[in-house]
């Protein structure tokens, strides 16, 4: 049976940038290239009302702002961080080092080094995104990054003294109160006061992803996320409260982010929409939550869960969560998604703030190519090559200047010749010519 929808997106989601933010954020860049703070104070001071005297904050700031801080949200930051940390530390153990000696003499080896200087963008605007700062930071820090700096916006004029406490505690070694464009330009080209880094990591709204973009190359990027995205792929045992409310866990996050079920149960299907339909009008976040399950939210009926996952590698969601007798079964059926959600008993908000994988996923159906921010997009794998014995050099010579005259490339083959020569004693016409 051909899947079949209860429920359809309204809309179709734009993938693309408009011509207006891309023109808006070139000539942010264009401008902080050229002028340095003094057009990303007027521009911090354009979009967000907000011209200190220094954007950086001062240890004593940055004390004052974590003595603001309830002491159960500084302990439930240290505590996700712990979680973020550990799961970080594992992904670094598993990424080696190594030399081997292909023959004798031969040694090819690689070492995994760490970017010197990333910046960590911690979005504002509509929520303080605090969970980032331990994501983007903490991860840094882990894989060996010397300088890590960190920017986030203020928030209706104010400073967020939650988002400055999990930036400081995760170990940021500088915090600038400073967002959108300006800043992902400040600390991709440097100015002044802000130093140029090597590497941006952090989600953000369309202008940050666009800047992000247009400065890619000369600075590397995690990834362009898009709108939050989630996938439930639930069976007939799964319990259609718990979807809907799962579902609406991510819609919040902004008007465009799809919430999308996949299911073999139309009763499954069915009472998940009443469920919505129920817990919306009471939801503080309804507005944006209702408009992402109006617009873009999907209910679509297969007859069996291979057809299901089939469909949700399809999809390639950000998010994926299954709600099946068996879910680990996904781990084996599924290959495209930011990240998996296994049974009921942990949910994607786990992952958004607290349980330790990272929240900085591949939207847009990027998870078909590319994972999520991990310790591994702060390391250079970087490869090396030492040959100690002179028989090998020369062998390897005669190879290499083979192979690269079979692609008309003489000057590489005359440093192929040159080993040879030296080591096997090989007679070449222009090696006796040119010592003449």
Request: proline content about 5%; charged content about 25%.
């Amino acid at each position: 049976m051909v899947a079949r929808h209860i429920k359809t997106a309204g809309l179709v989601a734009d993938t693309t940038t408009s011509q207006k933010v891309s023109d808006i954020v070139k000539g942010i860049i264009d401008d902080i290239r050229t002028s340095g703070d003094n057009a990303v104070r007027s521009y911090s001071d354009k979009f967000d009302k907000w011209s200190p005297p220094s954007f950086k904050l001062t240890d004593d700031q940055i004390q004052e702002c974590i003595s603001k801080v309830p002491a159960q949200t500084i302990a439930d930051i240290k505590e996700a961080q712990k979680n973020v940390r550990t799961f970080a530390e594992a992904q670094r153990a598993s990424i080696k080092d190594f030399e081997i000696e292909i023959q004798p003499g031969v040694f090819l080896g690689q070492r995994n080094n760490p970017i010197s200087t990333a910046g960590a963008y911690i979005p504002g605007g509509r929520y303080p995104l605090l969970a980032s700062a331990h994501m983007t930071i903490l991860t840094a820090k882990v894989a060996g990054v010397k300088h890590v700096i960190a920017c986030t916006p203020p928030i209706a004029g104010q400073i967020p003294n939650a988002t400055v406490a999990a930036a400081h505690f995760a170990g940021a070694d500088e915090i600038f109160l400073l967002g959108g464009t300006q800043a992902i330009a400040a600390m991709a080209l440097g100015t002044e006061t802000i130093k140029k880094v090597d590497f941006i990591a952090g989600p953000g709204n369309p202008f940050v992803a666009e800047a992000k973009r247009q400065l890619f190359g000369e600075i590397g990027i995690d990834l362009l996320a898009g709108p939050t995205e989630i996938l439930i792929v639930a069976d007939e045992y799964a319990d259609p409260f718990t979807v809907a409310t799962d579902l609406l866990s991510q819609a919040e996050h902004g008007p465009d982010s799809p919430p999308i079920l996949i299911t073999t149960s139309e009763d499954v299907g069915r009472q998940t929409i009443k469920y919505i339909d129920q817990i919306l009008p009471n939801m503080p976040t309804a507005e944006l939550a209702g408009t992402s399950w109006r617009d873009y939210g999907e209910v679509v009926i297969v007859d069996s869960l291979d057809e299901a996952y089939k469909l949700a590698d399809v999809y390639s969601s950000e998010h994926v969560q299954i709600l099946t007798q068996n879910p680990r079964e996904a781990l084996e059926k599924m290959r495209n998604y930011g990240s998996l959600f296994l049974g009921e008993k942990t949910c994607v908000s786990y992952g958004d703030k607290c349980i330790g994988t990272n929240h900085v996923l591949p939207t847009r159906k990027a998870g078909r190519y590319t994972g999520g921010l991990w310790v591994g997009k702060y390391l250079k794998t970087q490869t090396y090559q030492e040959v100690v014995d002179e028989k090998a050099s020369g062998e390897i010579g005669r190879l290499c200047a083979r192979c690269s005259r079979a692609e008309n490339f003489e000057g590489h083959a005359r440093s192929g010749d040159l080993r040879a020569h030296k080591y096997l004693q090989d007679a070449y016409s222009w090696i006796d010519e040119a010592r003449r």
